[in-house]
């Protein structure tokens, strides 16, 4: 099984650099070192225990212009008659030889059960109502029977799983319907092609505990309801093929309950609210929690896979793999909403639209509370969030495309080891990671986990590159605040396009933000801390704002509405944690429209930026000696539109 780790001779080189910033260095400052950058480690098929960095060489990257050398070589300022060379491009790898091998359909000796569909969706791609007007999950027993009596806790990985296998049915049967199920050890749930599984409408199908009504409801917590796809405490299970999950998340909903009176009506009398309804109501008119359903949520196991299969319209995030040792997402479509929800209105008459559809996030990485038990499932289970890749994947969305989290508290596990690669976002709020990036295990050591400056990150080692941002109102971001924040470190960016919208309806679009004053809270103690931060060949190729800011206890933003010191109190000395990041051949094409630094520490590197930089009170620049203009990221073939469907 192949890790792609961090390189040690990158981090003690971008240490250095602002280190020297910190003691008021010269410009002729070290720049990052051009080794790999971050560590994955996939869905393992062969059943062998992860392996120590210091037994892996590091990553040689997609190209030589990406995750080993700079973006593109800069040529020296004595030769100025010879053309720089072509920028990486962006978007066009189809082979990365750094990253594990793609995963594979089972084979047909590996199917277990077979189930021929028994609906059919109408031609626009939904469901008429009569399908589900007699029974609201009419699929759920017999799929959840097969699920189980496929169950292989034996299995070692993908090859070995056995497959329940959703196929087309007699004439022109080509859905299913279901409402919660549940995924066993070693079990490949496999969707065939021009086969969707739909969500049921009702509610009460996604309870955690039957006759207790909690899902469909606004709270003022959101753990209510039970996800369509749940994968709790399983070794080796996958989702594959190459349909169609569907979360029907503008449909209007339906109870299996009599006169239901915890089924919510549109205010107008008009019908039933969709998920999508309550989740505006919730977010934006109540500021509470809707409890809808996720599509996929993997909790506390090892080696779960998504392969090819399209994910859509989801009720609320989309995949949540969380505490999860392995994780890979492989050719992935995320599409929420679909053309044919955007033609339709919420109950205040606002079309259905990335913007309406609040919290359906695309993949969400993140640590766990402690686990206490995990039968089934050999090894001890820490909560952590490690060892994952998200490769080759396409993500439009109403939230953060990709969210990578590490927990509210110090007790949740930490989040490391995090690969994405090879993919485009379009509507979304961007690659994030935050806002929770508290936990630390409560500080227990661990070997795949390394202190900076003695402070132990809840997420890091984090590397994202050759990716495509269009459209997202936020491009690369990390963000946390007072509340549930910790030392987030040792992230890189490398050969990335952006191009942001005109406008957003939440702020101007920000192409690059970094900012521990996320949201208004009150303060925990547990104080937002950006290190060793790394942007090596990015682009943005049209009007954007940009914030990098590090945290300070008495900065301004915290003296304004919303914020509370809570029981710590206002710090005293003021805790300062500098932003420390560098950044080589990071490109604007236009002026920034605005552009904020605070409490910073900045390094450029030698292929420089056109970031307007400039030391000030709290803000140290040191630059590269030897500066040369280097070609930006080629985003020539980057952006383009969604994919159809195959």
């Not at 992860?50 to 892996?56: L, W, Y």
């Not at 989702?239 to 569907?246: E, F, M, P, Q, S």
């Not at 089924?263 to 019908?271: V, Y």
Request: with cysteine.
């Amino acid at each position: 099984m192949r890790r792609i780790p961090f390189g040690a001779a990158w981090f003690a080189a971008i240490s250095l650099s602002l280190a020297l910033a910190a003691c008021g260095g010269s410009d002729s400052s070290s720049t990052p070192a051009q080794s790999s950058a971050a560590a994955n480690d996939n869905v393992n098929n062969q059943g062998d225990p992860p392996r120590p960095a210091s037994e892996v060489n590091p990553a040689s990257g997609v190209s030589p212009a990406s995750a080993v050398t700079p973006a593109s070589e800069p040529v020296p300022a004595s030769a100025p008659d010879v053309p720089p060379p072509a920028g990486f491009s962006v978007g066009t790898t189809t082979f990365d030889p750094d990253l594990p091998p793609e995963p594979a359909l089972p084979a047909a000796s590996q199917v277990c059960a077979t189930l021929p569909a028994s609906f059919a969706a109408q031609a626009n791609g939904l469901l008429p109502d009569s399908a589900d007007a007699t029974a609201t999950a009419p699929d759920s027993a017999r799929i959840q029977a097969a699920l189980d009596a496929c169950k292989n806790a034996s299995s070692i990985g993908l090859a070995t799983n056995k497959a329940v296998r959703l196929v087309p049915g007699p004439n022109g049967a080509n859905a299913f319907i279901a409402g919660a199920l549940n995924l066993s050890s070693g079990v490949t749930l496999w969707i065939d092609r021009g086969v969707t599984l739909f969500a049921s409408r009702d509610p009460r199908q996604y309870d955690k505990v039957k006759g207790t009504p909690s899902c469909g409801i606004i709270t003022a917590s959101d753990n209510g309801c039970l996800a369509l796809i749940n994968a709790s405490k399983i070794a080796n299970g996958a989702v594959v093929g190459d349909g169609v999950i569907d979360g029907r998340g503008g449909s209007p909903l339906v109870s299996s309950v009599p006169n239901d009176p915890k089924l919510m009506m549109r205010p107008d009398g008009s019908g039933a609210m969709s998920w999508w309804d309550i989740g505006w109501m919730a977010n934006k008119v109540l500021n509470q929690a809707q409890n809808n359903p996720r599509l996929i949520q993997i909790s506390n196991g090892r080696n779960f896979t998504l392969y090819r299969v399209t994910l859509q319209n989801a009720p609320k995030f989309h995949v949540v793999p969380s505490g999860i040792d392995g994780f890979t997402a492989w050719s992935v479509k995320i599409h929420t909403p679909t053309a044919v929800y955007e033609s339709m209105k919420n109950y205040l008459g606002m079309p259905y639209s990335p913007d309406t559809a609040k919290n359906t996030d695309g993949i969400d990485p993140a640590s766990s509370g402690p686990i206490t038990s995990n039968p089934g499932n050999p090894g001890k289970l820490t909560g952590d969030a490690s060892n994952m890749l998200i490769a080759y994947t396409h993500i439009r969305t109403g939230d953060d495309n990709i969210a990578i989290k590490g927990g509210t508290g110090t007790v949740n596990g930490r989040t490391y080891n995090i690969t994405v690669a090879h993919s485009r976002f379009y509507s979304g709020h961007g690659m994030s990671i935050g806002s929770e990036t508290a936990g630390t295990a409560n500080g227990a050591a661990n070997p795949d986990v390394t202190p900076v400056d003695g402070v132990l990150p809840g997420v890091s080692n984090v590397y994202v590159y050759d990716l495509v941002i269009d459209g997202a109102d936020n491009g690369l971001r990390i963000k946390s605040d007072w509340s549930r924040s910790g030392l987030v470190a040792n992230i890189r960016y490398a050969n990335v396009c952006i191009r942001m919208p005109d406008s957003s309806p939440d702020g101007k679009p920000q192409a690059l933000i970094f900012s521990p004053y996320y949201s208004p809270t009150k303060n925990n103690g547990l104080y937002p801390n950006f290190r060793n931060i790394s942007l090596d060949g990015v682009r943005v190729v049209n009007a954007s704002s940009y914030t990098f800011q590090g945290f300070n206890s008495a900065s301004p933003v915290l003296r304004g509405s919303g914020w509370s010191a809570g029981a710590p109190g206002w710090p005293d000395p003021a805790v300062v944690n500098p932003l420390t990041i560098a950044l080589n051949n990071v490109v604007a094409d236009v002026a920034p429209s605005n552009f904020t630094v605070a409490d910073a520490l900045v390094s450029i590197g030698e292929a420089g930026t056109s970031l307007p930089f400039a030391s000030a009170t709290g803000v140290s620049v040191t630059r590269a000696a030897n500066q040369a203009n280097a070609a930006p990221v080629d985003c020539s073939k980057a952006f383009g539109p969604f994919p159809a469907r195959d």
